[in-house]
């Protein structure tokens, strides 16, 4: 061996133990694509949320459809474990109702029925 080669020789051998104590996510274009984990994350944050709320996974689907069904059912399972062992109450979910919509339906429910005066 020459010795202008023997760095080169020298940094081939030492690459694999620097990589080593790389974690392969930390070095760019290696992991996965950030967009996709991002996804992932999101709709286990989703399936979270949800169980929390107090929803059931069907009604969790119907409210976020473009989150993947997998991943939304692992985040809603990971909070039913979580919240069982912990011993914590669900918060029930109210979806906005307009206020016009409210005195609708009690106005709708006071004018209802047979007048007993």
Same mark, same amino acid.
Request: with cysteine.
């Given at each position: 061996?020459?010795?202008?080669?023997?760095?080169?020789?020298?940094?081939? @051998?030492?690459?694999? =133990? #620097?990589? %080593? *104590?790389? /974690?392969?996510? +930390?070095?760019?274009?290696?992991?996965?694509?950030?967009?996709?984990?991002?996804?992932?994350?999101?709709?286990?944050?989703?399936?979270?949320?949800?169980?929390?709320?107090?929803?059931?996974?069907?009604?969790?689907?119907?409210?976020?459809?473009? @989150?993947?069904?997998? =991943? #939304?059912? %692992? *985040?809603? /399972?990971?909070? +039913?474990?979580?919240?069982?062992?912990?011993?914590?109450?669900?918060?029930?979910?109210?979806?906005?109702?307009?206020?016009?919509?409210?005195?609708?339906?009690?106005?709708?429910?006071?004018?209802?029925?047979?007048?007993?005066?």
């Amino acid at each position: 061996m020459k010795p202008n080669h023997l760095p080169r020789a020298l940094a081939i @051998a030492l690459l694999p =133990l #620097v990589l %080593a *104590g790389c /974690k392969i996510e +930390d070095i760019p274009g290696l992991g996965p694509d950030p967009r996709t984990v991002a996804r992932e994350s999101e709709a286990k944050a989703i399936g979270g949320a949800c169980r929390h709320a107090m929803r059931g996974l069907e009604d969790c689907y119907v409210l976020n459809p473009k @989150a993947p069904k997998a =991943l #939304v059912f %692992a *985040g809603w /399972k990971d909070m +039913d474990e979580y919240m069982r062992s912990n011993k914590i109450e669900g918060v029930p979910s109210v979806l906005g109702q307009s206020a016009a919509e409210k005195r609708g339906a009690a106005e709708s429910d006071n004018g209802s029925g047979r007048n007993r005066s």
